[in-house]
């Protein structure tokens, strides 16, 4: 027996069932979580971003009652992690420790299948990390003018030490060659803290790593600092001004966040970015960050989209100018 419906009555349930999906969604991020959630990792346990991600993670965990479980995939300056987050569901469970390699492998890469800033929704900055321009005390320079002006009249003759090509401090020193017009000759590690040794043996002169790195060995005074690449002074090395108070518009820091797959729905973005935005004004994890040599970095998800966006527009120049290939 076939049953005729008026033409009303009809659309009315045609329409709600169309409805039904988006529904569905909404009901599901209403729930958000209701099992272990992952974030993932590009590097391997124990380095900063992983010792970031574990932080976050814990703080997540214990305000929405659910496991944020910490998976390290490492490999390929962090794509291949990207590429799983990217691949997977947008439902809120696959998440991206994000950091600025993201936005530098859009410039080192140039074969990879996906675009970060398409495919990775910004959710919430955690911190920001800073460098230091350290030189071995051997070099007759105590500010960054002095080293400016001796880097001029010894051209090609310093060796500019770097974790390996793309790394932070191979990206810092080269913004400031860029914009200082000094040859300094680059002497790729694999690492910084090879790199440091290598600095602390004068085997190299000067070293634009981050803080955390090179810290101990100032505060030695194994290692002379001259500037950090923050725009203003940080509260680890008070007595070391910003390299911009001499090379104006100079500022060079690395960031972390967390991103996840495009399309994942409003309502867990929010969520999650007011969860990270709480722990960055709690006074206990500030100071866990502080220890680490970084700041709270908070943002809305908007926020943290521009800034993407016009960071990896402003490294993406340094790499193609000095001609930067990823190793």
Same mark, same amino acid.
């Given at each position: 027996?076939? =049953?005729k %419906?008026?033409?009303?009555?009809f @659309?009315?349930?045609?329409?709600g069932?169309?409805a @039904?999906?988006?529904l569905?969604r909404v009901a599901?991020?209403?729930?958000?979580?209701?099992?272990?959630?992952?974030?993932?990792? &590009?590097?391997?346990? &124990?380095? *900063?971003?992983?010792?970031?991600?574990?932080l976050?993670g814990?703080w %997540?965990s214990?305000r929405?009652?659910?496991?944020f479980v910490?998976?390290?995939? *490492?490999?390929?300056?962090?794509?291949?992690?990207?590429e799983?987050v990217?691949?997977a569901?947008?439902?809120?469970?696959?998440?991206?420790e994000?950091?600025?390699t993201?936005?530098?492998?859009?410039?080192?890469?140039?074969n990879?299948?996906? $675009?970060f800033?398409? $495919?990775?929704a910004?959710?919430?900055g955690?911190?920001?990390?800073?460098?230091?321009?350290?030189?071995?005390?051997s070099v007759?320079?105590a500010?960054?003018?002095?080293?400016?002006a001796?880097?001029?009249?010894?051209p090609?003759?310093i060796n500019? &030490?770097s974790?390996?090509?793309g790394?932070?401090?191979?990206?810092?020193?080269e913004l400031?060659?860029k914009?200082?017009?000094v040859e300094?000759?680059?002497?790729?590690f694999r690492?910084?803290?090879p790199?440091v040794?290598?600095?602390?043996a004068?085997?190299?002169?000067v070293?634009?790593?981050?803080?955390?790195?090179?810290? /101990?060995?100032i505060?030695?005074?194994?290692?002379?600092? @001259?500037?950090? !690449? !923050?725009? !203003?002074?940080?509260?680890v090395?008070p $007595?070391?001004?910003p390299?911009?108070d001499?090379?104006?518009?100079?500022?060079?820091?690395?960031w972390?966040?967390?991103?996840?797959p495009? /399309?994942t *729905?409003a309502?867990?973005? /929010?969520? %999650?970015n007011k969860?990270?935005?709480?722990a @960055?004004?709690d006074?206990?994890?500030?100071?866990?960050?502080?220890?680490?040599? =970084?700041?709270a970095?908070a943002?809305? *998800?908007?926020?943290?989209?521009?800034?993407?966006?016009?960071?990896? /527009?402003?490294? &993406?120049?340094?790499?193609?100018?000095?001609?930067?290939?990823?190793?």
């Amino acid at each position: 027996m076939i =049953v005729k %419906l008026p033409r009303r009555r009809f @659309l009315h349930l045609a329409a709600g069932a169309a409805a @039904l999906p988006a529904l569905t969604r909404v009901a599901r991020a209403q729930a958000y979580p209701i099992r272990p959630v992952r974030l993932i990792v &590009g590097f391997a346990a &124990g380095g *900063p971003s992983d010792i970031s991600a574990r932080l976050i993670g814990q703080w %997540l965990s214990e305000r929405l009652g659910q496991s944020f479980v910490i998976e390290n995939r *490492p490999g390929a300056g962090g794509n291949l992690a990207t590429e799983t987050v990217v691949r997977a569901p947008p439902d809120g469970y696959t998440l991206l420790e994000t950091t600025s390699t993201n936005a530098w492998n859009t410039a080192l890469y140039h074969n990879l299948s996906f $675009d970060f800033i398409r $495919d990775i929704a910004p959710v919430a900055g955690v911190c920001r990390y800073a460098g230091v321009v350290a030189v071995n005390p051997s070099v007759p320079a105590a500010t960054v003018p002095e080293f400016i002006a001796y880097a001029k009249v010894n051209p090609g003759q310093i060796n500019m &030490g770097s974790g390996g090509a793309g790394t932070p401090s191979h990206l810092y020193g080269e913004l400031f060659k860029k914009m200082t017009g000094v040859e300094l000759l680059h002497v790729p590690f694999r690492g910084g803290g090879p790199a440091v040794i290598a600095l602390l043996a004068g085997h190299v002169q000067v070293f634009f790593g981050t803080v955390s790195v090179s810290i /101990d060995h100032i505060r030695s005074g194994k290692l002379r600092p @001259l500037g950090v !690449t !923050t725009r !203003t002074r940080m509260e680890v090395l008070p $007595d070391v001004p910003p390299v911009s108070d001499f090379v104006p518009g100079y500022e060079a820091s690395g960031w972390e966040g967390v991103g996840a797959p495009r /399309d994942t *729905p409003a309502q867990i973005i /929010d969520m %999650l970015n007011k969860e990270v935005n709480a722990a @960055l004004t709690d006074v206990n994890f500030k100071s866990r960050l502080a220890n680490l040599g =970084v700041e709270a970095f908070a943002s809305s *998800p908007a926020e943290l989209g521009r800034f993407i966006v016009d960071y990896t /527009d402003k490294w &993406g120049k340094v790499i193609q100018a000095a001609g930067i290939k990823a190793e």
